[in-house]
Every structure is written in structure tokens, then in C-alpha cells.
């Protein structure tokens, strides 16, 4: 009788051990998108001001 009960406490702490894990993966997950959204926004900015600079050098070179 002690070896079912043993491998049945062993077998609920694998499920627990697995969704701890698969909570931390998701936490994980959820935070890496949010960096590449904010990362998104950062290289947009910059490909903006990019290409207000390089319209404002295209201005003045043909004001020359």
C-alpha cells in the first residue's frame, strides 16, 4: 500500500513542479512581448527622425 500512495504523491508533485514552471514560461513570455513591443515603438521613433533628417539634409543640399 505504500508504493501507490508514493507514486501518486510523487506523481502530484510532477503536476505541481510542471504548472509552476508552465506560470513562470507564460510571466516570461508575457514579458519578453512587451520589450519587443516597446523596442517596436523605439525603432519606429528613430525610422521617423531618420527620415526627417534626411528630408531637411535633401532640402538643403538642393538649396545649394
Keep these: 500500500m505504500f508504493w501507490p500512495m508514493f507514486a501518486v504523491a510523487v ?3 510532477g503536476l505541481v513542479v510542471l504548472g ?3 506560470v ?3 510571466v516570461e513570455a508575457q514579458r519578453l512581448g ?3 513591443t516597446d523596442s ?3 525603432i519606429n ?3 521617423e527622425d531618420l ?3 534626411a ?3 535633401a532640402r538643403s543640399v538642393d538649396a545649394l
Excluded: C
Design 51 to 53: 527620415e526627417r533628417a
Design 45 to 47: 521613433r528613430a525610422a
Design 40 to 42: 517596436a515603438r523605439r
Design 55 to 57: 528630408g531637411s539634409a
Design 20 to 22: 509552476v514552471l508552465a
Design 24 to 26: 513562470r514560461v507564460f
Design 11 to 13: 506523481g502530484f508533485v
Design 34 to 36: 512587451r520589450q519587443v
